[in-house]
């Protein structure tokens, strides 16, 4: 089965760091990869999507991810986080299955910035 | 224009019950996914609705079924509750049906316990 794997469950920063949140999958056939972001008792939020193209890819709020097909990564990172950063992020991957794609979540890294 | 809704907010229920959950789609999406977030989890797939028909499946029983309705409207319906579907329930709407591509818009979600 498909797999995608969030490796930290929790990173604490100080406001103003820069921060990565590591995204990692397992296909290496063609795939769809997405930022998700979830505020506490939300819903979650589309921050970026690769679908093809520029590996690179960024959001209106200054977060930023790059596909590397070789090491089936999609890491976001950010060069100064705020407190309002704090949140729940997922990655998310679309994998080809039978005709259709398969949205596949990791479980998330809790994102906590400090003052 | 008018994002995803969810009903209930919030829905308790006893084991062996059955439930259904509600979800309008964004306007203008054909595309219906359901979701299930347990406690400290990433969205678990269970499936996703375009034009009406089932059209990808995660790895739930047959008690998980649903529906989508010709305005895109969708319901999820869970038979004989088991304390373990216990969790947060999302949908997310979305336009272009199989071609995983597309980033999907989520409601708030249905909080469902299970006592």
């Known amino acids: 089965a498909q797999s995608v794997t969030q490796l930290d469950s929790q990173v604490p920063v100080f406001e103003e760091a820069p921060v990565e949140l590591r995204c990692n999958y397992s296909s290496s056939v063609s795939v769809y990869l997405f930022w998700y972001v979830q505020y506490p008792n939300q819903g979650l939020q589309l921050l970026l999507k690769y679908l093809s193209g520029s590996t690179l890819v960024k959001s209106i709020n200054g977060f930023e991810a790059e596909f590397n097909k070789s090491q089936t990564s999609f890491h976001l990172r950010k060069p100064s986080v705020h407190i309002s950063d704090t949140a729940e992020y997922f990655c998310?991957?679309?994998?080809?299955?039978?005709?259709?794609?398969?949205?596949?979540f990791g479980r998330g890294t809790s994102l906590i910035v400090h003052p | 224009e008018t994002g995803v809704t969810q009903s209930p907010t919030h829905l308790i229920k006893t084991r062996g019950q059955q439930v259904t959950l509600r979800c309008s789609s964004q306007?203008?999406?054909?595309?219906v996914s359901w979701y299930q977030q347990a406690l400290g989890q990433g969205p678990q797939f269970i499936f996703q609705?375009?034009?009406?028909?089932?059209?990808g499946r995660g790895n739930f029983p047959p008690r998980f079924s649903g529906l989508q309705f010709p305005n895109y409207s969708s319901e999820l319906n869970v038979n004989a509750l088991e304390l373990d579907d216990s969790a947060l329930y999302l949908c997310?709407?979305?336009?272009?049906?199989?071609?995983?591509?597309?980033?999907?818009?989520f409601g708030d979600g249905t909080r469902l316990s299970i006592l």
């Open positions: 997310a709407s979305s336009l272009g049906g199989t071609g995983g591509n597309q980033p999907q818009h």
């Open positions: 998310a991957v679309s994998f080809a299955s039978g005709g259709s794609y398969i949205p596949t």
């Open positions: 306007s203008g999406h054909n595309t």
């Open positions: 609705y375009y034009r009406e028909e089932e059209n």
